[in-house]
């Protein structure tokens, strides 16, 4: 096997989650927690490419090891890590992708091959990962999620920040309630900024065209990673679906109002903080993959959205 990164002197720790930003935010507890327990090691994250800007801003990770979910081997040889620690879930293909790394340590949940807790549902993702390894015997804070500050500056500090995308369609708030939000906002004097992915740049178009706003106001597409972050990190409040925005808003403090929908909050939602979340889980279906908007998302309406903003004092 070709390693996918050279070795510099440093007994490696290598930590797999090859998901998505989102992901990331929530494991941060317990990425700090693993930093402070293992000062002298090379903390390697295993994940896709893309997220090395967000990597730099975690703080407790020294490099990014580009792997695209669990189809392949990891790209390290066997023997190689010291320590290796699965935060990715307790399935037999993250359990088969650490197990083939032959590391001298391994922390995960219990398994056929080594001891740990039982995976639990209903657990809060922040608290989930924290446990883990608090039960490998390092201390670990759910609530030790913060991010540094972004390298970059914002391209407009103290915009309203609205993402109106989502990896899913399951996640998709409507475009026209989207631009009615975006409308009253930037009647009340609000500068508003729709941020995405390049991919979600037609759709933040669409609202910004239903809102009567200008094109510039959409930079969905044109943020690289830590731009984005910055753009969040320095927002006067950010509105988003259950996305990496919304938990890039916890990560820095940030005024936020989440619209969930097939995701529990019990499990993904926001801490304690200037965040207000809007869902009706009785209405739920719970199908993250579907292309269709989740009812428990649709529930929300203008008006919820609006109200939440002047409750945040926006």
Request: with cysteine.
């Amino acid at each position: 096997m070709r390693d996918g990164l050279e070795p510099d002197g440093r007994p490696e720790l290598l930590v797999l989650r090859a998901l998505k930003l989102g992901d990331l935010l929530v494991a941060v507890p317990a990425l700090h927690a693993l930093r402070r327990a293992y000062p002298e090691h090379r903390i390697i994250y295993a994940a896709q490419g893309w997220l090395r800007p967000m990597i730099e801003l975690v703080g407790s990770v020294d490099d990014l090891l580009d792997t695209h979910g669990l189809d392949v081997p990891l790209a390290l040889s066997p023997g190689r890590v010291d320590v290796a620690v699965n935060l990715h879930g307790s399935g037999p293909e993250s359990h088969g992708r650490i197990r083939a790394l032959q590391a001298k340590r391994i922390i995960g949940h219990l398994s056929e091959e080594w001891d740990g807790p039982c995976w639990q549902d209903g657990v809060h993702e922040r608290e989930r990962w924290a446990r883990l390894v608090h039960w490998h015997g390092i201390d670990a804070d759910p609530l030790d999620y913060r991010l540094q500050p972004p390298a970059v500056a914002s391209p407009r500090p103290g915009a309203v920040v609205i993402h109106v995308g989502a990896a899913y369609g399951s996640r998709l708030w409507p475009v026209d309630r989207f631009a009615e939000v975006a409308r009253e906002l930037a009647a009340a004097g609000h500068e508003v900024l729709f941020t995405g992915s390049s991919g979600e740049r037609p759709r933040a178009e669409k609202v910004a065209a239903a809102a009567g706003l200008p094109a510039e106001t959409v930079v969905a597409g044109e943020l690289g990673l830590g731009e984005f972050a910055a753009a969040v990190a320095e927002a006067s409040l950010v509105i988003s679906a259950d996305t990496g925005a919304a938990h890039l808003a916890s990560a820095y403090g940030r005024p936020s109002v989440v619209i969930f929908g097939p995701a529990p909050v019990a499990e993904w939602g926001p801490p304690p903080g200037p965040h207000i979340v809007l869902t009706n889980e009785s209405l739920r279906v719970g199908d993250t993959f579907s292309d269709q908007p989740d009812p428990a998302l649709l529930a929300v309406s203008v008006q919820d959205v609006l109200s939440a903003v002047s409750r945040l004092g926006i």
